[in-house]
């Protein structure tokens, strides 16, 4: 039975396409099993069907045809039940419906398995039998085995759209396509596809009949992908502040890599031609990072592929085509994204972008949200080209793309459009008002950033300085450490743009899921290795280096604030200040002007939650990580899908582990700020407040809606709403008794319903 379990699983992973996999799996099961028949259901999530989508031994022509609600038959009892159904004598039981076009009247013997994945039940898989028997333990086992093994098939279908095509073949509208969301906001336009560029793969090997030939026409390709990025970001610079405009030169530091010219260089003199030579340069950088398993490395690998197929492009044929636009409304479609292919389209006319490839971290989704336009990243492989010229909606909150919608879906988001115009112009005159509750209580509202890039929009979205500045953004973007005066650089670069407001700039946090292409750290389980100040901490040289940049960036301003991240223990937080006392001596003795700033902790680790207060009272204030918080709290990777449903930040036990920080800190008569999703949700925000929270700090696009919810409540209903939270015994009922309260205050445009 493993052997022929094995055969079954190759035969359906190598199938074609989710119809032929539905196929094989019945025609194989039935042949191994020795049973008359062998079916398979589908779940139609849309219409709250079961539909026979498969079968060996019934009729065929009921595949597609038959339809079964939820609560009918032996199908539906199945998958209420969630579990395996065994009959001898199907026909006699009670919950048995005859469905004439299946022409099963001859059959009696019945199992059936549920088909779940994540808790979802996607279907059924049932054998059935002339004769009256049960069938055997073993080969119950062996169903269930192979359902387990079908339902990770079916769910990858799902993610794709298979299944929903599959099951309504003739419904295209309102069918979403699910990606990520790489820069907020709705946008309905048309699908504008670029012309596609060069790809490495496609390029074979040739050896080079005039090695200098070679080289002179790939120093010419570069040159010209060169002046293409300088074209592009001249495009660009009315629309984008001087900051935005450091993309376009990591670009360009990219492309004029000395180690990347040299290699392909050599490759070359060696004997190959310069298509290969300069693929199997860029193919080496990008397997490198992609190794590193981080999200914002493998943004970096996408952006490598992307300069690499430009350059094989002028190699080739010239430069690539950018989009014929005869749309009034452009959503830019492609599988990856160039900033030359954003720049090509006037700025009145480009409406959205969409990528098959890339994350929220790509540049190209970066410059979408300086720019104010609606992205979807990483749809994943999809055969878009036919849809080009066809009308689409994207949805840039919720990471969703429709294609050719119905009228009525596509009235829904121009509803949604014109609500969002009316916020946005409701909200912009919140800009330059406190957060500040009816009843007169203040709340400063602070914005999160990473990059120089961030600054624009952190001093447009009405925030009163930077409560968490990421400095790893700046170590990830370099091929080694960045030395003294160029952090200075930096820090000095965003300390003045917010003086006199402040600045806590967070101390490098590397290790689980933010790994250096030049320092790499290979560990079983990252998230609770070599990371945050346990990282800093082992390596005193680069921590004081950091420290004395920070220190004398500050300088002449005094609005930084310096945070440590991931402590776990007082006695690090004791090292950090003493290294921290060290850096201060050592440029006081060097004659450099430098304050010792206010110093923060971050909570983010449980055990760091039961010392708070002994954390706040060797420190100015603390500052409650959210995101991790939650993920070692509850025990969950919300990267992983199998988990990432679990993770949410208003479990019980979040709310329960907050109080106890704030209250720890506020006996230690320390502040305590509170960064992450859960202050960027204003129904959360809200919660906070009433729990006594001192400070919140939230994306750009958040914080004006965050302020609206503060600015509707007053103290006392935030502090009601948490007591009344503080009693509830589920997430769900959390999530409930917030939306209410948004609603009753007139905020239900901001509503954020439970998945």
């Known amino acids: 039975m493993l052997e022929t379990l094995r055969r079954i699983v190759q035969d359906v992973s190598a199938a074609p396409d989710l119809p032929s996999a539905l196929a094989i799996t019945v025609n194989r099961i039935r042949d191994a099993m020795r049973v008359a028949a062998c079916t398979v259901y589908l779940a139609d999530e849309d219409n709250r069907e079961y539909v026979l989508m498969a079968t060996a031994g019934l009729n065929p022509q009921a595949v597609g045809r038959v339809r079964l609600n939820r609560q009918q038959g032996l199908i539906g009892l199945v998958a209420e039940r969630q579990e395996p159904l065994n009959l001898p004598d199907a026909p006699h039981h009670p919950r048995f419906h005859p469905v004439c076009e299946v022409c099963e009247e001859s059959y009696h013997a019945f199992l059936g398995v549920p088909l779940i994945q994540y808790r979802r039940v996607l279907g059924v898989l049932i054998i059935q039998d002339t ?21 990770s098939t079916l769910n990858h279908a799902i993610l794709s759209g298979a299944t ?35 790809d490495l793969d496609d390029v074979p090997d040739r050896p080079a009949t005039d090695p200098a030939a070679e080289i002179a026409a790939f120093q010419a390709a570069i040159a010209a992908v060169e002046q293409e990025l300088r074209a592009a970001s001249d495009r660009l610079a009315p629309l984008l502040p001087p900051t935005e405009q450091a993309l376009f030169t990591v670009y360009r530091m990219m492309l004029s890599s000395d180690s990347l010219l040299t290699d392909t260089r050599t490759r070359m003199e060696a004997g190959c031609w310069a298509p290969a030579a300069w693929r199997d340069a860029i193919q080496s950088r990008i397997r490198l990072l992609e190794q590193a398993e981080d999200p914002y490395l493998s943004a970096r690998a996408e952006d490598i592929r992307d300069l690499g197929r430009r350059v094989l492009n002028h190699l080739r044929a010239g430069p690539a085509q950018l989009p014929e636009l005869a749309a009034e409304h452009c959503i830019l479609v492609a599988e990856e994204m160039s900033v030359a292919h954003l720049a090509a389209v006037p700025p009145d006319r480009l409406a959205g972008i969409v990528c098959l490839r890339g994350s929220a971290l790509s540049h190209v989704a970066l410059l979408a949200r300086a720019m104010g336009i609606p992205a979807v990243m990483g749809l994943g492989d999809r055969p878009l080209g036919r849809f080009e010229g066809s009308s689409i909606i994207v949805d840039g909150y919720q990471g969703r793309v429709y294609l050719n919608p119905d009228p009525a879906l596509r009235e829904e988001y121009q509803q949604l459009l014109a609500a969002e115009a009316e916020l946005t112009v409701e909200l912009q005159e919140l800009r330059n008002l406190p957060a500040i509750t009816c009843d007169g209580h203040r709340i400063p509202l602070y914005v999160k950033a990473g990059l120089l890039t961030d600054i624009a929009a952190a001093q447009d979205c009405g925030a009163e300085g930077v409560g968490l500045y990421r400095t790893e953004f700046a170590f990830m973007v370099r091929e080694s450490f960045p030395s003294e005066d160029e952090q200075c650089d930096i820090y000095r670069q965003m300390l003045a743009s917010f003086t006199p407001q402040p600045v806590v700039m967070r101390t490098l946090d590397i290790g689980g899921d933010k790994t250096l292409p030049y320092f790499k750290i290979e560990e079983n389980n990252p998230f609770l290795g070599w990371r945050g100040m346990r990282f800093t901490l082992d390596h005193p040289d680069l921590f004081l280096t950091q420290l004395r940049a920070m220190l004398r960036a500050n300088a002449g301003l005094n609005n930084l604030r310096i945070l440590f991240p991931m402590i776990t223990t007082v006695e690090e937080v004791d090292e950090a200040l003493r290294l921290l006392e060290r850096a201060h001596q050592e440029l006081q003795e060097e004659g450099w002007p430098a304050a010792r700033p206010e110093v923060g902790v971050m909570i983010e680790i449980p055990s760091a939650v039961w010392q708070a207060g002994q954390l706040a009272r060797r420190v100015d204030f603390l500052s409650v990580g959210t995101n991790d918080l939650t993920q070692y709290m509850l025990a969950v990777d919300r990267d992983n899908a199998r988990v990432a449903g679990l993770y949410d930040n208003l479990h019980p036990a979040m709310l329960k582990a907050i109080t106890h920080i704030i209250a720890e800190g506020h006996q230690a008569e320390r502040p305590v700020n509170l960064c992450g999703e859960m202050a960027a949700d204003p129904g959360a925000a809200v919660l906070l407040l009433g729990m006594g929270v001192d400070s919140l700090s939230a994306g750009t696009v958040s914080v004006p809606r965050v302020k609206w919810a503060i600015r509707s409540f007053t103290l006392d209903g935030a502090r009601n709403l948490a007591q009344q939270a503080m009693t509830l015994d589920t997430t769900a009922q959390v999530r409930r008794l917030i939306n209410d309260a948004l609603r009753q205050a007139g905020l239900g445009e901001i509503v954020r319903e439970s998945a």
């Open 131 to 151: 004769a009256t028997r049960q069938f055997q333990p073993a080969e119950v086992d062996f169903l269930v085995t192979i359902a387990a093994q079908l339902a």
């Open 164 to 198: 929903q095509e599959l099951l309504n073949p003739l419904i295209t509208g309102n069918r979403a396509l699910q990606g990520v969301a790489g820069a907020p906001g709705v946008a309905i336009g048309t699908v504008t596809i670029p012309h596609l560029l060069a």
